[in-house]
């Protein structure tokens, strides 16, 4: 979980030093201190763990610390997804940062096709207003980072889905 929270971490960080939106960065800069905190809290509660044992406090304030890396991650996955809306500056030629881009990149199409299908093909009550039940939920950067094999350094131009995960540009 320690090392996941490193790495979403590093995500924020090339995130935030690319995005065009001054307080869209500022946004991604906070919540991604705030997971590199929340992450070294449980790097260092995890560690004590093991040496004292297994007692129910511990246990606790493990699962504590656990849960807040959680939504503190999520933080940062809303706070890109701003950012990647509002647009990117070209990085250089660095790998690691050339895979957030395309990561972030990829997960816009996915946005922007799902919007398009949603114009085109929108239910709409006798108010002009969008039906909700049966629409389906716009992407999300989680969604997409879902769909990643952990193991994989390459973005995927079409990931296969997961067991109850579903591709929203493959039903267009």
Do not use: Y
């Not at 449980?42 to 246990?59: D, P, W």
């Not at 050339?98 to 946005?111: D, G, S, T, Y």
């Amino acid at each position: 979980m320690v090392s996941n929270g490193q790495v979403v971490v590093k995500f924020g960080n090339i995130l935030a030093k690319h995005c065009l939106d001054q307080r869209c960065s500022m946004e991604v800069l906070r919540a991604t201190e705030h997971t590199q905190s929340i992450s070294s809290q449980l790097g260092i509660v995890a560690r004590v763990k093991a040496v004292t044992g297994e007692s129910k406090a511990s246990s606790e304030l493990l699962l504590s610390n656990v849960q807040n890396l959680i939504q503190a991650v999520q933080h940062v996955l809303r706070a890109a997804e701003a950012a990647c809306v509002k647009g990117l500056r070209q990085p250089p030629a660095d790998p690691e940062e050339e895979e957030v881009a395309a990561f972030c990149q990829q997960w816009r199409k996915n946005l922007t096709q799902h919007r398009a299908k949603e114009a085109l093909n929108s239910d709409r009550d006798e108010l002009g207003l969008r039906k909700t039940q049966g629409a389906k939920a716009e992407p999300t950067l989680m969604f997409l980072g879902q769909e990643q094999p952990p193991q994989s350094k390459t973005i995927p131009k079409h990931p296969s889905p997961r067991k109850g995960h579903m591709v929203m540009d493959r039903h267009l």
